[in-house]
C-alpha cells in the first residue's frame, strides 16, 4: 500500500519551489499536488494525457475548451486529453490532486 498525507505533501512542494508535486507514478497513471496562490496565472498547456481534478482547498474559475465552471473544495472536473484548460480568477490558495492517465509525461 502506498498512503499519503495531504499536509505533508504540501510541505514537501512548498520546499521544492514548484507548483506541482508528483508524489505517485504507476504504470496507468500519476498523481499529482497542484498549488496556485490567490491571483497567481496558471501557466499550464493542454497534456497528451486524461486529467482528472479533485479541489482539496481554495476558489477558483477553471476553463476546459470553451467551457467555464467554478471550483472549490470538493469539485472534480475530467479535462480530455489536448484540450485547453487554465485555472483562473483564484480568489483563496487553490490546493488541486491531479490525476494522469496514462503517466504524465
Do not use: C, W
Not at 510541505?11 to 498549488?35: H, I, K, P
Amino acid at each position: 500500500m502506498k498512503a499519503f498525507r495531504l499536509d505533508e505533501l504540501e510541505t514537501e512542494r512548498a520546499a521544492n519551489d514548484g507548483a506541482y508535486l508528483q508524489f505517485l507514478r504507476e504504470r496507468n497513471m500519476s498523481v499529482g499536488l497542484y498549488a496556485l496562490d490567490a491571483g497567481e496565472l496558471d501557466l499550464q498547456r493542454p497534456h497528451s494525457q486524461d486529467e482528472v481534478y479533485l479541489v482539496v482547498s481554495g476558489r477558483a474559475s477553471l476553463t476546459v475548451g470553451l467551457e467555464t465552471t467554478q471550483v472549490a473544495r470538493g469539485s472534480v472536473v475530467y479535462v480530455p486529453a489536448g484540450v485547453a484548460h487554465k485555472f483562473h480568477h483564484i480568489t483563496e490558495d487553490l490546493r488541486v490532486v491531479v490525476v494522469f492517465s496514462p503517466p504524465e509525461g
